[in-house]
């Protein structure tokens, strides 16, 4: 029995998981796409070869056609499409970020809590990236010995989206720093300073960046990010780890390389969707997979988008005020602890 997904949010990565569930994933198919524009909605229900065209969640929901959720709204709408959806009891794939802001994370976090087991799996897609997975093996077996810093680098061409705003810069782009370099890490992120430094005349009037981002971990490893938004050549997402007996790099260009007309070259990625391709497959089967078998989460959960949540709030306080600000701590429910099976 094939699952039937229903996708809410007909952007950009909405169209993209989409055509992903149509044409690479097994076992899923869109039965439903929700868009309050309905022409949206409708081009990308077409891409599914004719779903079900709804504007509103409820009104999806109401259908009893769905067996799970695919989140794809911008950040802001998330919490409204989430608490209906947990309510229905619908195993729920929710882009990133969880919310915007803890307040609206916490509500969250009480809903599924109130079902058997976490129902939500995060969009944090680069966990799924074979070379993170890699870099984070490398720290967890300490053969290069222990982590010591990070330097990484996220540049897009341009702003994904024309109302990207300064404040995105932290919840919107460097919210997959805070995931993913602390999942490879192994350890939470302490605290957060962000320094402004010469702007880019070729950014959007509003922005000022790029942003140099410091992240203190838990374990007291350093993490720095550029953040730059308008980096126009191209995608570009790097990072350099230093070890004690050595350093590791990945996100280097890679693919077909050409010596012509006196220069080399090599190609780059121009948007995430190619960056990040065989990290969104992974991912979305994976979470088909655990949804079909009853695990229903494989991947980032709920808990995780809240930790990250919590960073970017900090993050945006210390973009606005020049501080260093600590992320507020917080325990992890009984609910979210892994679960351990018993000793045999
Ligand atoms: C966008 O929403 C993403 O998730 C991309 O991966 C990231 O590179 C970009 O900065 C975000 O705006």
Redesign the pocket.
């Known amino acids: 029995q094939e699952l039937r997904v229903g996708i809410v949010g007909a952007g950009a990565?909405g169209a993209d998981h989409a055509r992903r569930i149509t044409e690479r994933t097994s076992g899923a198919k869109v039965v439903a796409v929700v868009d309050p524009n309905e022409e949206r909605a409708r081009e990308v229900a077409a891409i599914a070869g004719g779903a079900d065209v709804l504007t509103a969640v409820d009104a999806l929901i109401a259908t009893e056609r769905v067996d799970a959720v695919m989140i794809c709204s911008p950040g802001r709408f998330h919490e409204a499409a989430l608490l209906p959806a947990l309510q229905a009891r619908l195993p729920i794939f929710c882009e990133?970020p969880l919310t915007p802001d803890s307040a609206s994370g916490e509500r969250v976090l009480e809903a599924e809590q109130r079902l058997d087991r976490p129902h939500i799996q995060v969009g944090f897609m680069r966990r799924f990236d074979a070379e993170y997975m890699r870099l984070r093996e490398l720290v967890a077996s300490a053969d290069a010995g222990e982590l010591l810093m990070i330097h990484a680098a996220?540049r897009?061409a341009r702003?994904?989206?024309p109302e990207?705003v300064q404040q995105?810069l932290i919840d919107?782009?460097v919210?997959?720093e805070f995931d993913v370099l602390s999942w490879v890490a192994g350890s939470p992120v302490r605290s957060v300073t962000v320094r402004q430094g010469r702007r880019n005349s070729l950014s959007l009037p509003h922005l000022h960046e790029p942003i140099l981002v410091l992240m203190e971990l838990d374990n007291g490893v350093l993490v720095d990010v550029e953040m730059n938004?308008s980096a126009q050549f191209g995608?570009q997402?790097t990072t350099e780890a230093v070890f004690e007996k050595g350093v590791a790099r990945i996100g280097q260009p890679s693919g077909l390389e050409l010596w012509q007309e006196g220069a080399f070259r090599k190609a780059e990625h121009t948007y995430?969707d190619t960056r990040?391709a065989q990290a969104f497959d992974t991912e979305v089967q994976r979470w088909v997979n655990a949804v079909r078998d009853g695990r229903l989460v494989d991947g980032p959960n709920a808990w995780d988008g809240f930790q990250v949540a919590l960073a970017c709030e900090a993050g945006v306080e210390a973009l606005r005020t020049g501080r260093t600000v600590d992320v507020r701590p917080a325990t992890i429910p009984e609910f979210y602890a892994p679960r351990v099976s018993p000793a045999s």
Do not use: E, G
């Open positions: 990565i990133k996220h897009n702003p994904t989206n990207y995105n919107d782009s919210v997959h938004v995608y997402v995430y990040f």
